[in-house]
C-alpha cells in the first residue's frame, strides 16, 4: 500500500475513493511547517539558514503521516499542482527524513489540474521527482517576505506608532492606492467644449455628426476652451450647407477573449458578481474540491491558481461539441482557437481554470450549488465556451460631412453587429476607463454628393474628470501591468490591506485609510527604493529565473539584504519628531488643505496662537496643538477643515431632540465620527449612534441624526417564537436580529423601513445559508428535553458530528457516525456544550477560588480604581504582542 499525500480532507476523501483499497490518501492540511514568529527564523549571517516551525496541531497530524508511511511500500506527494504545492510536499518530504521514516521507500511527485476521476488516475501514470527550482523559489519568496516584515515592521512601530506591518508587495500595493487619492485630490478640473450636430438625410432619416475641422486645423481635446467659442461656431454651422464628402465601410472582426487566468477571473467577478478577490478564491477552491455529483464527489473547475490562458486538447474538442449542440454550426469556427500564455515563467503557467467537463452545463448542477458556487460556476464555463465560439462580425461606417463654404468639417460614426458570435455567450466587463463604442450606433445609408439638411446645432460644456479610485478589480489589472506580485496571491494582499485597516472600502472603492496613507509617506521618504514600482517588479522577475533554475536564491537573498539592511541602518537613530516633521511637510496638502479665505490652513481654531502639526500616540496619528498642555485641541488627521473650528474637532452641535430638547451632536471618536443624545438626567448614559458606510460626517444633519438615534429599531414579534425581530447598525454594518440570529442587510436605509414580513424573509436566507453550511442531516436524532433545540448528526468538512441549536459537536475518535444514539449524542453536548447555569456557576466558582487564592495584603491595591485605569501601562504585555503578530507582518503576503 503506498499514502498518497493532499492538502485537505475534502480533496482526500475524494480521491481515496478514486484509487482505491491499494492506496492510503491523507491530509497534510495546508503547510506543515512555517517560520516561527521570532527574529532569528531566517539568519542571513548564516548565509540564511531557515528555522522551521511546527504547531501543535500539525504536529498530531504529521505524527499520523509519519505511522502511516513507516508501515507503507511507498509514499506519493500529490499536493497542488503550484509553487505553494511544491512546497508543502517538500515540507512533508523534509519531516519525514527528519523523523526516519522513509528508509529506502520510493518517493515520487504526481500532479493533476482537476480533482476528477480520470484526472488523477492518468496522473498517477506519470510520477516525476520534487522540481528543485520551485522550491528554492518558495524559499527565497518566504525568506525575502519574513526579512522584510521583520525588519521593516519594527522600524514603523517605534517611529509610527500605531502602524501595524509593511510588507514586499503588500507596501507596493497600497503605494498605487494611495498615489491614486493624490491625483485625484491635486486634480483640477478643465473646462472644455464639443459641438454635436444632428442631421437629417433626403429620406429624413436622422443621425448625429460631431465638429471635427475647422479652419484647416483637426480639433483636439481642449481646442475649444470656452463658451464664447463654442457659441461663435455654432453661428458658423448654422449658417452653412452641408454635403457628404465621402462614405467609408469596412467590416472588422472581434476576438474572444482567452478563458480565465487568476488575475482575470478575480477581474471578471468583482465587476460581474460584485466579489473580492478573496471571496472569488474561497468560492473557487470549493468548486475545485468539488461537490457530490450522482454519489460521487467530483471537482467542477480546473485548478483556479494560474497564470495559463491554455486549455487541453480534449477540452477544446468538447467545447466545441457544446458549442455545435447548444448554438449550433453558425457559432462554430473552422478550427479550434489556440491561446499562449504571457506569464514569464512557464513553469508557473498550468492549464487556464475551465470547467472540468463542458458538458456539464451551469443548469444542470445549479441544484447542487449554493449562489456563489452557481455564479461563480456559470462564469468560468460562459468564459470557456465563448473563448471557441465564432468572432463577432461588425461593420464600421464613417461618414465626412463639410460646409459648402466654409473650411468646417463633421464627422459621424457608427458600427453594426453583422453577425453576435460569441456575444451571443458572453462579453467581458469593462472598467472605468474603458468606454462603450458605439457598436450601438447605428448611421443611415448615404453616399457621396448627399446634402443633408441640419436640424440642430448642439454646443456642450465638459469638465475633465479625476482619474477614478481603484476596485479590487482594477488594482489587480494594474499589479499585474506592473509586474507586481503574482496572481495566486493577489486576493491575500489585497485582505491583509484590509485587515491592516489601511485602506477602507466605499461602494466598491478602495479608499486609503489616514493609517495608510502615513505608512506611505513614511515609506517612500526613508525608504523609497523598496516601494518603487520598478525595483519591486525586477525582483519579481529575479524570483521568476530562480523557479526557472537561471539563478541562485541564495545570490538574490545577498544581493537584496546588503542594500537593505544599510537603508535601515541609516535611519535607527532618526528621532520621531524628525521623521514627524518630515511627514508634517509631506502629507500637507492632504492633512493642512489650504482654505477657501486664504487663511493659515495650520493655525490652531481653540487657543489661535498655536501651530498644527501631526502627533502620535497610542492609538496612531492625528493632529494637535503646538501649545499642548495648554491648549488640548486635537482632530483626526482629515477633519472638515472648511467648516468652523467647532467642526473641526469633529464636535458639531446639530440641533435638539424636539421630543425632550436634548442637544444632539456629531462628535468625532477614535472610530470615527458618531452621533450623541444628551443625557436628560445625571448618570444617564448618552444614547449614540456610529455612522453607516458611505454617509460622510460632512453629510450629516439634524434629521439624520434622529434617524441613527432610533437604532436598535423593533421591528415586531417573530410569529412563531413570539421573541423581538430588531433592525440595528453594528460592527460590520447594518443587520437585522432575532433571537441569537444575525442577518446582514446592504442597504444602511432600509433600516428605517424595513418591515416584519421583509425582515423575516432576510432571517429565513440567513438561516437557510448557514443551514447549507452546516452540511447535510444524515439522521434526526432528537430534540434536547432541557432546550428543546433539534440534535442532528450531520455530514461536515471533516467527516460526520453532532450539531445542537448552533453549536457543533465532534465524535470521539473512531467512533462509528451510523450507531451513534441520541443518549450518546446528549452525553457529548453535556460534556462540550455547557448549561447556561452551569456556565455562570463555574464562572463565579472561578471567580471566587481566584479571590480566595489572592493576598489580603493586594485587596487594597486591587481597589485602586484610579491606578487600574491607567493600565495600558500595564499592558506592555499586550503591546509585546506586535512581536506575537510579527508573523503577520512577515505574512503579509504570501508572496
Not at 517538500?90 to 519525514?96: G, K
Not at 517611529?159 to 485630490?185: F, H, M, T, W
Not at 471578471?268 to 450522482?294: H, I, N
Request: hydrophobic residues 35%; proline residues 6%.
Amino acid at each position: 500500500m503506498d499514502v498518497v499525500i493532499v492538502e485537505s480532507p475534502a480533496k482526500a476523501k475524494t480521491i481515496n475513493k478514486y484509487l482505491g483499497k491499494d492506496y492510503k490518501v491523507m491530509a497534510s492540511y495546508g503547510h506543515v511547517r512555517d517560520l516561527p514568529s521570532k527574529d532569528g527564523s531566517v539568519q542571513p549571517d548564516e548565509d540564511f539558514t531557515m528555522h522551521w516551525d511546527v504547531d501543535a496541531k500539525s504536529q498530531k497530524r504529521l505524527n499520523d503521516i509519519v505511522k502511516a508511511v513507516k508501515d507503507a511500500d511507498g509514499l506519493i506527494l500529490a499536493t497542488d499542482p503550484d509553487r505553494e504545492g511544491e512546497a508543502i510536499s517538500w515540507h512533508v518530504l523534509e519531516v519525514l527524513r527528519d523523523k526516519k521514516a522513509l528508509g529506502d521507500k520510493n518517493v515520487s511527485r504526481v500532479v493533476f489540474n482537476a480533482i476528477t476521476k480520470q484526472s488523477v488516475t492518468e496522473a498517477m501514470k506519470h510520477p516525476r521527482d520534487l522540481d528543485k527550482e520551485l522550491i528554492d523559489a518558495y524559499l527565497a519568496r518566504r525568506a525575502l517576505d519574513y526579512l522584510v516584515g521583520f525588519t521593516l515592521s519594527p522600524v514603523l512601530w517605534r517611529k509610527l506608532p500605531g502602524s501595524r506591518s509593511a510588507g514586499r508587495v503588500q507596501s507596493v500595493a497600497l503605494r498605487l492606492v494611495c498615489d491614486r487619492e493624490l491625483e485625484i485630490e491635486s486634480f483640477r478640473a478643465q473646462e472644455y467644449w464639443t459641438v454635436e450636430t444632428d442631421f437629417q438625410t433626403e429620406k429624413s432619416q436622422s443621425f448625429i455628426a460631431r465638429l471635427t475641422q475647422l479652419d484647416g486645423k483637426k480639433l483636439d481635446k481642449f481646442a475649444i476652451p470656452d463658451e464664447k467659442s463654442a457659441k461663435d461656431i455654432e453661428a458658423r454651422i448654422r449658417d452653412s450647407k452641408f454635403t457628404v464628402t465621402s462614405v467609408e465601410s469596412k467590416p472588422t472582426r472581434r476576438n474572444p477573449n482567452p478563458p480565465f487566468t487568476t488575475s482575470t477571473l478575480q477581474q471578471e467577478a468583482s465587476r460581474k458578481l460584485g466579489f473580492s478577490a478573496s471571496r472569488t478564491m474561497q468560492v473557487a477552491q470549493r468548486l475545485y474540491e468539488g461537490v457530490e455529483l450522482d454519489g460521487e464527489t467530483t471537482g467542477l473547475i480546473t485548478y483556479m491558481r494560474t497564470d495559463g490562458v491554455q486549455i487541453a486538447d480534449e477540452a477544446i474538442a468538447a467545447t466545441r461539441t457544446v458549442i455545435n449542440n447548444e448554438f449550433g454550426e453558425t457559432y462554430l469556427p473552422d478550427g479550434p482557437r489556440v491561446y499562449k500564455t504571457k506569464a514569464k515563467n512557464a513553469q508557473e503557467a498550468h492549464e487556464a481554470i475551465r470547467p472540468t467537463e463542458l458538458s456539464r452545463l451551469p443548469k444542470q448542477v445549479a441544484h447542487v450549488l449554493d449562489d456563489d458556487q452557481r455564479r461563480l460556476y456559470e462564469l468560468v464555463w460562459n468564459r470557456t465556451v465563448a473563448s471557441q465560439m465564432e468572432s463577432v462580425q461588425l461593420e464600421r461606417t464613417t461618414i465626412e460631412i463639410e460646409a459648402n463654404d466654409a473650411p468646417i468639417g463633421m464627422r459621424a460614426t457608427g458600427s453594426v453587429i453583422i453577425f453576435d458570435g460569441f456575444l451571443r455567450l458572453y462579453q467581458e466587463g469593462r472598467d472605468d476607463d474603458a468606454g462603450d463604442g458605439e457598436d450601438s450606433n447605428r448611421l443611415p445609408k448615404m453616399a457621396k454628393g448627399d446634402k443633408p439638411s441640419l436640424v440642430n446645432v448642439r454646443p456642450d460644456q465638459h469638465f475633465t474628470e479625476p482619474p477614478p479610485r481603484f476596485t479590487e478589480a482594477t488594482l489587480v489589472k494594474r499589479m499585474e501591468e506592473l509586474g507586481i506580485g503574482r496572481p495566486s496571491t493577489y486576493a491575500s494582499t489585497l485582505q491583509t490591506l484590509r485587515d491592516r485597516g489601511y485602506v477602507t472600502m466605499d461602494k466598491n472603492r478602495l479608499v486609503p485609510d489616514d493609517k495608510g496613507r502615513l505608512v506611505t509617506a513614511f515609506l517612500e521618504n526613508f525608504f523609497e527604493r523598496y516601494v518603487e514600482y520598478g525595483f519591486t517588479a525586477d525582483l519579481e522577475e529575479k524570483l521568476d529565473k530562480v523557479s526557472a533554475g537561471e539563478l541562485d536564491w541564495k545570490e538574490l537573498l545577498r544581493d537584496f539584504w546588503k542594500g537593505f539592511t544599510g537603508t535601515v541602518e541609516d535611519i535607527a537613530d532618526l528621532r520621531i519628531t524628525e521623521v514627524l516633521d518630515r511627514l508634517n511637510e509631506v502629507l500637507a496638502p492632504h492633512v493642512f488643505p489650504e482654505k477657501e479665505d486664504g487663511s493659515d490652513p495650520r493655525k490652531c481654531p481653540t487657543c489661535e496662537n498655536g501651530r498644527l502639526s501631526l502627533k502620535v500616540g497610542k492609538f496612531g496619528a492625528f493632529v494637535g496643538c503646538s501649545n499642548y498642555p495648554e491648549c488640548r485641541f486635537t482632530r483626526p488627521l482629515t477633519a472638515a477643515l472648511d467648516a468652523d473650528s467647532a467642526a473641526a474637532t469633529g464636535d458639531r452641535v446639530l440641533g435638539e431632540d424636539p421630543d425632550t430638547g436634548a442637544e444632539i451632536t456629531l462628535k468625532s471618536g477614535r472610530f470615527g465620527p458618531y452621533v450623541e443624545r444628551a443625557p436628560l438626567e445625571e448618570g444617564e448614559k448618552p444614547k449614540r449612534s456610529g455612522l453607516p458606510n458611505g454617509l460622510a460626517a460632512a453629510d450629516v444633519d439634524l434629521e439624520k441624526a434622529l434617524k441613527l438615534l432610533t437604532l436598535p429599531r423593533e421591528i415586531g414579534l417573530h410569529p412563531e417564537t413570539g421573541k423581538k425581530v430588531t433592525a440595528g447598525l453594528g460592527r460590520f454594518g447594518p443587520y437585522i436580529y432575532h433571537d441569537g440570529t444575525y442577518a446582514n442587510i446592504k442597504d444602511p436605509e432600509e433600516l428605517f423601513t424595513i418591515g416584519l414580513n421583509r425582515a423575516l424573509t432576510v432571517l429565513a436566507e440567513k438561516i437557510e445559508r448557514a443551514e447549507k453550511r452546516a452540511g447535510k442531516i444524515l439522521k434526526e436524532l432528537g430534540e434536547h428535553p432541557d432546550t428543546k433545540k433539534p440534535v442532528q448528526l450531520r455530514e461536515g468538512k471533516y467527516g460526520p458530528y453532532i450539531r445542537y441549536g448552533t453549536a457543533n459537536v465532534t465524535l470521539p475518535k473512531g467512533a462509528d457516525h451510523d450507531a451513534v444514539t441520541f443518549e450518546q449524542a446528549l452525553e457529548l453536548i453535556a460534556e462540550k456544550v455547557p448549561a447556561k447555569g452551569k456556565k455562570k456557576a463555574a464562572a463565579k466558582k472561578t471567580t471566587t477560588k481566584a479571590a480566595a487564592k489572592k493576598p489580603a495584603a493586594k485587596k487594597p491595591a486591587a481597589k485602586k480604581a484610579p491606578a487600574k485605569k491607567k493600565a495600558p501601562a500595564k499592558k506592555p504585555a499586550a503591546k509585546k504582542k506586535p512581536a506575537a503578530s510579527k508573523t503577520d507582518s512577515a505574512k503579509a503576503e504570501t508572496e
